[in-house]
């Protein structure tokens, strides 16, 4: 068990999660190379995906943001490409922890940030799929902020972080740190409400020991987010 942080009626949200993944649908290209993103929400996307490369015979190639998303599509058929990189992705399917009305995020709930922004970066298009649960005003409201850091001197950048952007705990799992994909620790910082979360993504970049934060500033170019009223398409405008 490991202390990510908490997210409430899970049963509930996961409808709303596969609802999304549904309708993100409608931007799979038929051919191409597409990003896949890490967490339950990605997984309904990649289950479909699969789905409609094997009814319809696409001719879709992958970049996964993690180990657990790399196994998932090599199990259900979705062709990999080398993690080396470097690729031209045309649309990539993430979720997100929070998100706001600029369609600004936080990310890293799954610890899989770092790649998530690798992949992001190379993407085309981002679609990122979320339930109403995760829509904020403030970045920093409603989810604690993944910062991946290098084990190397971790207490010592975890206090450079804290000067900067509050309070963290190094997220753990089963008693022990929390290892990313990328051999790092994940603090996950009690920022508050952030004002300028693009100047906050700039000074814990700079901080000697963080790899990244999971702030992703105009990242997303479309939003799908899924309620009880129905699926919304929202487009990052700018
Ligand atoms: C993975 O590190 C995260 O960025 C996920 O994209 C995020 O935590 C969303 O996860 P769920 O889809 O499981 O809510």
């Known amino acids: 068990v490991c202390n990510l942080p908490e997210q409430s009626n ?8 596969q609802a999304t993944a549904e309708a993100a649908m409608a931007f799979l290209p038929e051919s191409g190379v597409i990003g896949l993103g890490t967490g339950t929400t990605a997984r309904h996307a990649i289950r479909l995906i699969a789905a409609q490369v094997a009814a319809k015979g696409l001719g879709l190639v992958a970049v996964a943001t993690s180990r657990a998303s790399a196994q998932a599509a090599a199990e259900a058929g979705i062709p990999l490409l080398d993690e080396e990189g470097p690729w031209e992705i045309d649309v990539t399917f ?15 709930g799954g610890g899989a940030l770092l790649r ?18 995760k829509l ?13 850091v290098v084990p190397f001197g971790w207490a010592q950048t975890r206090r450079n972080v804290q000067a900067l952007a509050g309070p ?13 994909d990328n051999g790092n620790y994940v603090l996950d910082v009690h920022t508050g409400p952030i004002d300028t979360p693009a100047a906050l993504e700039q000074a814990l970049q700079l901080i000697p020991g ?22 919304e398409i929202r487009r990052r405008e700018g």
């Open 10 to 17: 899970m049963r509930d949200e996961d409808r709303l999660k």
């Open 94 to 108: 993430d979720g997100a922890d929070e998100v706001t009305r600029e369609l600004d995020l936080i990310k890293g």
């Open 116 to 133: 998530e922004k690798i992949v992001n970066a190379a993407s085309a298009l981002n679609v990122i799929l979320v339930d109403d649960s």
């Open 136 to 148: 904020s005003d403030r970045l920093g409201q409603r989810f604690r902020l993944p910062v991946e």
């Open 168 to 180: 963290s705990e190094r997220r753990e799992c089963d008693g022990s740190p929390f290892i990313t």
């Open 210 to 231: 963080v790899v990244v934060a999971g702030l992703f500033v105009r990242r997303t170019d479309l939003l799908v987010v899924a309620g009880e009223e129905g699926v």
